[in-house]
């Protein structure tokens, strides 16, 4: 999925509302864990509702007399008084704003900057005891360029990383290319800790039917 895509067709916001399809929402899910933009916007959505709902909350004990008495019917509509609305206004305005002044500029300006990301280059095809160092900096991504064997009756592959507790961490998925044994695969910024981190890679044929490639580890030294 591609982001000009993403903003036609308002991606973002139909994530957050839960209207997409499975389908979509897998691929828009594997676009956004790589584009640090539509990360921005999916913590910044997340962030608003979360807000929203305690304001919400919180008005409503406040300021809810509750039903009036000799009647039953619930008042569906007092979330729609100004003391209700105003706290989540003031919310928004606050994500938009911050988003607009702070997060979007520096989004656009690291994007921007040229950089050299630290990597390792792993080999799927053997087994051994050997494990490439990458030198990485705190919260920083960096590069595993990953070596897997050709294989024709794959149409695609997945690739998990394991931390140094054998715990998921991360994961994508990438279409084969035939005659491509080298693919590179950028791990995005996080509190990486140091320790040995393993790559598994799957591969899955057009049935989409999965069979383990192969397993490989690496070090991660952070540099402090």
């Known amino acids: 999925m591609e ?15 839960d209207e997409l399809e499975s389908a979509d929402r897998d691929a828009f899910e594997e676009h956004y864990f790589n584009c640090p933009a539509c990360a921005a916007d999916v913590r910044a959505g997340a962030l608003f509702v979360d807000h929203a709902k305690t304001a919400l909350r919180e008005e409503v004990a406040v300021n809810d007399p509750g039903p009036v008495r000799g009647s039953t019917k619930p008042n569906w509509f007092a979330w729609l008084r ?4 105003l706290p989540a206004l003031a919310a928004l305005l ?4 911050y988003q607009n002044l702070v997060t979007i500029p520096q989004l656009a300006h690291k994007i921007n900057t040229p950089q050299v990301l630290a990597f390792a280059s792993v080999n799927l095809a053997t087994y051994g005891s050997e494990a490439p160092a990458i ?3 705190p919260g920083e991504g960096f590069l595993i360029l990953a070596r897997i064997p050709p294989e024709a009756t794959f149409a695609s592959y997945t ?7 054998q715990q998921i961490v991360w994961d994508i998925a990438f279409p084969a290319r035939a005659g491509q044994d080298e693919y590179p695969l950028q791990v995005p910024g996080s ?5 040995r981190y393993a790559l598994a890679v799957f591969g899955v044929t057009s049935g989409g039917e999965s069979k383990a490639v192969g397993k490989a580890q690496f070090e991660v030294q952070v540099q402090n």
């Open 3 to 17: 982001h000009d895509e993403v903003v036609r067709y308002q991606m973002t916001e139909k994530y957050l509302l």
């Open 82 to 85: 100004p003391a209700f609305a």
């Open 94 to 97: 606050l994500v938009v704003g």
């Open 135 to 137: 030198q990485a900096r």
């Open 159 to 165: 690739a998990k990383l394991y931390d140094p507790a």
């Open 191 to 195: 509190n990486w800790k140091s320790g």
